[in-house]
């Protein structure tokens, strides 16, 4: 029996201070995780950041290309991480 292999994506979700966004956005990534065991989720305070091209929090990059700002749509996001 042949078994697809998924390949290890990583999730880098941008936070800052008192953001109610981030909050949301960090509990959604870790119930995702719960079932996607190939995910390597990272979280970064946007202060701590290299590249200041990011403003707005949360951000969530997939592999280092952008994905969204704010309020992360789950079913949108599902259907990235699946398609690997």
């Known amino acids: 029996m042949i ?3 998924k390949k ?3 999730l880098r979700l941008i936070i800052s201070d008192n953001c109610e966004a981030c ?3 960090q509990s959604l990534l870790e119930l995702i995780k719960a079932n996607y065991p ?5 979280t970064v305070h946007i202060n701590s950041l290299r590249n200041k091209k990011i ?5 969530l990059l997939i592999d280092d290309k ?3 700002y704010g309020d992360i749509d789950k079913n949108r996001l599902l259907k990235k ?3 690997v």
Request: no cysteine; net charge positive.
């Open 66 to 68: 952008l994905f969204s």
């Open 23 to 25: 909050k949301r956005a």
């Open 8 to 10: 290890y994506m990583t």
């Open 55 to 59: 403003f707005i929090t949360p951000a």
């Open 81 to 83: 991480i699946n398609k």
């Open 3 to 5: 078994f697809a292999v």
């Open 38 to 42: 190939f995910l390597n989720i990272e």
